[in-house]
């Protein structure tokens, strides 16, 4: 089974966390980190969990020869490279 997308989950560590997190990662601002369609996006805010899921297309198939990233890492690495505002 090939895989066509990409999730990326964000785990916080308490609620105080996520609600601070999930605000600042809006959609939009996730589509121009990743340089994809904001509506090409799907956005999981899953609060019981404390988790954002994000899921966009892969821009190649998971394993082919082109594939360069099959864990999604290098995708990651641009979330964690966003400065948050500090928390109040």
């Not at 404390?50 to 394993?63: A, C, D, E, L, Y």
């Not at 082919?64 to 641009?78: E, K, P």
């Amino acid at each position: 089974m090939r895989v066509r997308w990409l999730t990326i989950d964000i785990f916080c560590g308490d609620a105080a966390r996520y609600e601070h997190i999930s605000r600042f990662l809006e959609t939009e601002r996730v589509a121009t980190a990743f340089a994809v369609p904001t509506q090409t996006i799907k956005r999981f805010d899953i609060a019981e969990l404390n988790v954002v899921k994000i899921s966009f297309p892969r821009p190649t198939v998971q394993g082919t020869r082109n594939d360069r990233d099959m864990h999604g890492a290098a995708w990651a690495v641009l979330l964690a490279e966003m400065t948050l505002p500090e928390m109040t």
